[in-house]
C-alpha cells in the first residue's frame, strides 16, 4: 500500500524558499565576490577622492584669496598688463594665472572676472568676452557684472541688440545690486541706437521711476532728450 504523501504547509513551503533563496545568493557571492569586493572598493575609492577633492578646492579658494589680494592693489593702479603678467621680481602671480591655476573656485572665479576687466581696459576684446562668457562663479554681482561685461564687448563691435539682453538680463540678477539703474540706463542706449526710440523713453521713465535714489535722474534726462523728448 502507498504511503499517503505529506501535504506541505505554506509555512514550510515559506521556509524552503528563503533557504533556496540563501543558498543561491551564497553562491552567487563566492562566484562573484571577488569582483564585488573590487566593487565596494572603488566605491570607496570615489567617496574617499570626494573628500580629497573637496578639501582641495577649499584650499585651493584659500590660495586664490591670497593671490588676489595681492594683485588688485596694481590693477587699481591701471597697470593692467602688469596685473595681468604679475611682477615676479615682487614675488606676485598676476591674474591669468590665478585664474589658469584655480578657476573653479569662488574665488579664482572672482580673479576671472578682474582679468577680464584688464583685457577690456586694454582693448582686447575677444578674450575679455571669453573670460567674461566663462565665468561660472556664484557670487550675483560677479554674474551681473561678467553680463555686463559681456555686452560692453558687444557694443565696440556694434552689437547692440544682443547688448541691450545682457545689460537687461544684468539688471534682473539682484534686486539690491547698486549697479542696476546704469545697466538699465545703458540699455535704453542700446535701443536708441538701434532707434528704438519709443522703447528706450519706456524704459528711461521706469529706471526713473523705479531708482528715484540712485543719483542717475540727471542721466536719464539726458537720454529722455536723446531719445526725442
Same mark, same amino acid.
Given at each position: 500500500m502507498l504511503e499517503k504523501k505529506k501535504k506541505i504547509s505554506k509555512k514550510e513551503m515559506k521556509q524552503d524558499t528563503l533557504v533556496t533563496t540563501y543558498y543561491q545568493t551564497l553562491d552567487f557571492y563566492k562566484k562573484y565576490q571577488f569582483k564585488i569586493l573590487i566593487g565596494v572598493a572603488v566605491v570607496a575609492l570615489v567617496v574617499v577622492s570626494s573628500i580629497l577633492y573637496i578639501n582641495k578646492k577649499a584650499n585651493d579658494n584659500v590660495k586664490a584669496s591670497e593671490l588676489l589680494t595681492a594683485v588688485v592693489p596694481i590693477l587699481e593702479t591701471g597697470a593692467y598688463k602688469e596685473a595681468i603678467d604679475g611682477e615676479k621680481q615682487k614675488n606676485i602671480i598676476g591674474l591669468k594665472e590665478i585664474v589658469s591655476n584655480y578657476g573653479g573656485t569662488e574665488n579664482g572665479e572672482t580673479a576671472r572676472i578682474?582679468?577680464?576687466?584688464?583685457?577690456?581696459?586694454?582693448?582686447?576684446?575677444?578674450?575679455a568676452y571669453e573670460e567674461y562668457n566663462d565665468y561660472s562663479g556664484s557670487n550675483p554681482l560677479l554674474v551681473s557684472a561678467a553680463l555686463a561685461g559681456k555686452a560692453y564687448v558687444q557694443e565696440t563691435k556694434k552689437e547692440y541688440e544682443d547688448a541691450y539682453d545682457n545689460l537687461v538680463d544684468a539688471?534682473?540678477?539682484? /534686486?539690491? *545690486?547698486?549697479?542696476?539703474?546704469?545697466?538699465? #540706463?545703458?540699455?535704453?542706449?542700446?535701443?536708441? /541706437?538701434? *532707434?528704438?526710440?519709443?522703447?528706450?523713453?519706456? #524704459?528711461?521713465?521706469q529706471i526713473k521711476e523705479d531708482y528715484k535714489n540712485a543719483g542717475v535722474t540727471t542721466e536719464v534726462d539726458k537720454y529722455l532728450v536723446k531719445a526725442g523728448i
Amino acid at each position: 500500500m502507498l504511503e499517503k504523501k505529506k501535504k506541505i504547509s505554506k509555512k514550510e513551503m515559506k521556509q524552503d524558499t528563503l533557504v533556496t533563496t540563501y543558498y543561491q545568493t551564497l553562491d552567487f557571492y563566492k562566484k562573484y565576490q571577488f569582483k564585488i569586493l573590487i566593487g565596494v572598493a572603488v566605491v570607496a575609492l570615489v567617496v574617499v577622492s570626494s573628500i580629497l577633492y573637496i578639501n582641495k578646492k577649499a584650499n585651493d579658494n584659500v590660495k586664490a584669496s591670497e593671490l588676489l589680494t595681492a594683485v588688485v592693489p596694481i590693477l587699481e593702479t591701471g597697470a593692467y598688463k602688469e596685473a595681468i603678467d604679475g611682477e615676479k621680481q615682487k614675488n606676485i602671480i598676476g591674474l591669468k594665472e590665478i585664474v589658469s591655476n584655480y578657476g573653479g573656485t569662488e574665488n579664482g572665479e572672482t580673479a576671472r572676472i578682474y582679468y577680464a576687466h584688464a583685457l577690456y581696459a586694454l582693448g582686447k576684446y575677444d578674450e575679455a568676452y571669453e573670460e567674461y562668457n566663462d565665468y561660472s562663479g556664484s557670487n550675483p554681482l560677479l554674474v551681473s557684472a561678467a553680463l555686463a561685461g559681456k555686452a560692453y564687448v558687444q557694443e565696440t563691435k556694434k552689437e547692440y541688440e544682443d547688448a541691450y539682453d545682457n545689460l537687461v538680463d544684468a539688471a534682473k540678477v539682484s /534686486k539690491i *545690486n547698486p549697479s542696476n539703474a546704469e545697466f538699465l #540706463l545703458r540699455a535704453a542706449d542700446n535701443l536708441i /541706437k538701434l *532707434n528704438k526710440n519709443k522703447e528706450a523713453i519706456t #524704459l528711461l521713465k521706469q529706471i526713473k521711476e523705479d531708482y528715484k535714489n540712485a543719483g542717475v535722474t540727471t542721466e536719464v534726462d539726458k537720454y529722455l532728450v536723446k531719445a526725442g523728448i
